[in-house]
């Protein structure tokens, strides 16, 4: 008897065992490699058959008001994508991080996006609760495209995806982020304070 499992169910079973592993088991094999660049010239990893380094694909999806929206309409700033949901432990953890950012170095051209793969009353309930200072989206099937397209083949969460002014993808981070490994990344890219 062979068993077949839907795009859906394994993506499900997927973030089901990231989820319990805490999200970091996953997040080891997805280290970018750091190239020597010259000086002033911004820090991209190689694409390695991934998106970094190459246009971010247009995604559309639905505000919590149920409008769609393009990662396009964010162009011109350092668009900072965080994949959740609030059943996972990790993404929100990282959450009050992302809240933070947005704040601090939003003055640097940040722009934090969150894309919950949820249900958008749970997600409204979440972000008034926590008090987000940034936009959010929501979906369940259409998100789980929209990371496909992002690079996360996987389905599983946290994920993020950092996307230049430019709209070049310049980071994607399989698991959890901490403060430390967020600030070296936005003082990786980000322009410096002046």
């Known amino acids: 008897m062979s068993a077949v499992f839907s795009r859906q169910?394994?993506?499900?079973?997927l973030i089901a065992v990231v989820a319990a592993s805490g999200g970091y088991g996953v997040a080891r094999h997805f280290q970018p490699v750091a190239p020597v660049i010259p000086e002033g010239v911004p820090r991209v990893p190689p694409a390695n058959?991934?998106?970094?380094?190459?246009?971010?694909?247009?995604?559309?999806?639905?505000?919590?008001?149920?409008?769609?929206?393009?990662?396009?309409?964010?162009?011109?700033?350092?668009l900072l994508v965080n994949f959740w949901a609030t059943w996972c432990g990790p993404c929100m953890e990282e959450i009050p991080l992302l809240i933070r950012a947005q704040a601090e170095q939003g003055a640097?051209?940040?722009?934090?996006?969150?894309?919950?793969?949820?249900?958008?009353?749970?997600?409204?309930?979440?972000?008034?609760e926590m008090g987000f200072n940034y936009p959010t989206l929501a979906g369940d099937e259409a998100v789980l495209t929209a990371m496909e397209s992002l690079g996360n083949s996987l389905g599983a969460i946290p994920y993020?995806?950092?996307?230049?002014?430019?709209?070049?993808?310049?980071?994607?981070?399989?698991?959890?982020?901490?403060?430390?490994?967020?600030?070296?990344?936005?003082?990786r890219f980000l322009p410096a304070e002046g």
Do not use: F
């Open 108 to 128: 640097r051209g940040l722009q934090v996006l969150g894309v919950a793969m949820d249900d958008p009353e749970a997600v409204r309930k979440a972000v008034q």
């Open 160 to 187: 993020t995806v950092l996307i230049g002014p430019d709209g070049l993808i310049r980071h994607l981070e399989m698991g959890g982020i901490d403060a430390a490994k967020l600030a070296m990344l936005l003082d």
């Open 49 to 78: 058959g991934a998106l970094e380094g190459r246009p971010a694909p247009e995604v559309t999806l639905n505000d919590l008001d149920g409008k769609p929206r393009k990662l396009s309409e964010w162009r011109g700033r350092w």
């Open 9 to 13: 169910a394994l993506g499900a079973l």
